[in-house]
């Protein structure tokens, strides 16, 4: 893989971003500082570790980075749920974003578990 730009996960990530992006836009006005500063922070927080660990060139550090963006994931879905519980979203416009939530933490645990193998030291017989 010659950049972060081709795996699936930062694509998933960046996919994510514009879709928090137009929630943000329709939060109330009140809400758009902070409730919408905080989400617009976490979902961009998920891209940019997985370009900074995939650049690290090591396994380990990669790995460390996908699970700081898999806590921004849950930071996102997290949000968006109360955004909606307090009825500052209905569901129909949360929804989109929460099934791509769902597709990145799916995404994002595969790929740092075959990190994860990447850095297991090799037995020898």
């Known amino acids: 893989m010659a950049s972060y730009r081709d795996l699936k996960v930062w694509q998933l990530g960046m996919d994510l971003v514009v879709e928090v992006y137009k929630l943000c836009k329709a939060l109330p006005a009140e809400e758009r500082f902070a409730l919408g500063d905080q989400l617009r922070r976490a979902v961009v927080s998920i891209p940019s570790n997985i370009a900074e660990g995939f650049t690290r060139n090591a396994p380990k550090e990669f790995r460390h980075f996908l699970q700081i963006a898999s806590g921004?994931?849950?930071?996102?879905?997290?949000?968006?749920?109360i955004a909606e519980r307090v009825g500052l979203?209905?569901?129909?416009?949360?929804?989109?974003?929460?099934?791509?939530?769902?597709?990145?933490?799916?995404?994002?645990?595969?790929?740092?578990?075959?990190?994860?193998?990447?850095?297991?030291?090799?037995?020898?017989?």
């Open 89 to 125: 979203l209905t569901r129909e416009q949360t929804k989109p974003a929460l099934l791509l939530t769902e597709g990145l933490g799916k995404a994002l645990h595969a790929l740092a578990e075959y990190q994860h193998t990447q850095t297991k030291p090799k037995r020898s017989h």
């Open 72 to 81: 921004s994931r849950a930071e996102v879905q997290t949000q968006l749920l």
